[in-house]
């Protein structure tokens, strides 16, 4: 099964091609490295094929290039996946993160602290209205945690941990 999502806006312009019966095909480029790690460690995960291209407004920061890309990829999801609950504990260097959702029920809770501003391109705040936005474009309700650890292995297990989350819960419809 497969989606295709395109958004475009004043200051974005987002394209998605999901593949939920793929082999793991990862094309991500969206011109800020942290959230192509993000991207692919939560691709990896699901073992979708997933190519997600973004293009922003970038000279004013990457808010709204990483929202779109969120709110684009969950609406993908979204039309793919209607039901199904599934979690997963990732660790990753120090840190160790749990991801559970649940399709059909929009929501979103995170419970972790990340302690640089800005690492790979992206203002970290950006990280959690990521995560909310693929939540509630998805229409599954995320609760995800992660501690110890520096930033980066804390986005990486996250984002590992929700990708392997999203595919259990495929599986579960």
């Known amino acids: 099964m497969s989606a295709s999502k395109k958004r475009q806006t004043k200051e974005t312009r987002i394209e998605v091609f999901l593949e939920t019966e793929g082999k793991g095909k990862i094309l991500i480029d969206t011109q800020i490295p942290l959230l192509d790690e993000i991207l692919s460690a939560l691709a990896r995960g699901t073992g979708f094929d997933l190519t997600l291209t973004a293009r922003g407004d970038l000279e004013?920061?990457?808010?709204?290039?990483?929202?779109?890309?969120?709110?684009?990829?969950?609406?993908?999801?979204?039309?793919?996946?209607?039901?199904?609950?599934?979690?997963?504990?990732?660790?990753?260097g120090q840190a160790l993160?749990?991801?559970?959702?649940?399709?059909?029920?929009?929501?979103?809770?995170?419970?972790?602290?990340?302690?640089?501003?800005?690492?790979?391109?992206?203002?970290?705040?950006?990280?959690?209205?990521?995560?909310?936005a693929l939540a509630y474009?998805?229409?599954?309700?995320?609760?995800?945690?992660?501690?110890g650890g520096d930033d980066m292995s804390k986005i990486e297990a996250m984002s590992t941990a929700l990708g392997r989350a999203i595919k259990r819960a495929a599986r579960d419809r």
């Not at 004013?60 to 979690?87: N, P, R």
């Open 60 to 92: 004013t920061g990457d808010h709204h290039t990483t929202e779109d890309a969120a709110i684009t990829l969950g609406s993908a999801l979204s039309q793919e996946i209607k039901t199904g609950i599934g979690s997963s504990t990732v660790p990753s």
């Open 97 to 132: 993160a749990t991801a559970a959702v649940r399709f059909g029920e929009p929501g979103y809770r995170g419970n972790f602290a990340l302690q640089s501003h800005s690492l790979g391109g992206m203002d970290l705040e950006n990280f959690g209205h990521f995560l909310r």
């Open 137 to 147: 474009n998805a229409r599954f309700n995320l609760i995800i945690s992660a501690d």
